[in-house]
């Protein structure tokens, strides 16, 4: 589902506000802000590191296979 359909779009945009540095904010910085968040949420809680281990293992174990 587009993140403009979504019910939690108002809902985040209201919370922001209430911080007083993002109360000016408008509802396109807030969705830009909001939909990078979404965007790079699988490279957290080690998500990036662990793709990067499994690669590394992945090409050791190519070359290793290649040498024998």
């Known amino acids: 589902m587009a993140f403009k359909q979504m019910a939690v779009r108002a809902v985040l945009a209201r919370a922001v506000r209430k911080c007083h540095v993002a109360k000016q904010a408008t509802d396109m910085d807030i969705n ?23 690669s590394a293992a992945e090409n050791q174990r190519l070359h290793d296979d290649q040498g024998q």
Do not use: M, Q
């Open 32 to 54: 830009k802000h909001i939909i990078r968040w979404f965007n790079l949420a699988s490279d957290r809680g080690g998500g990036h590191r662990d793709r990067e281990r499994r």
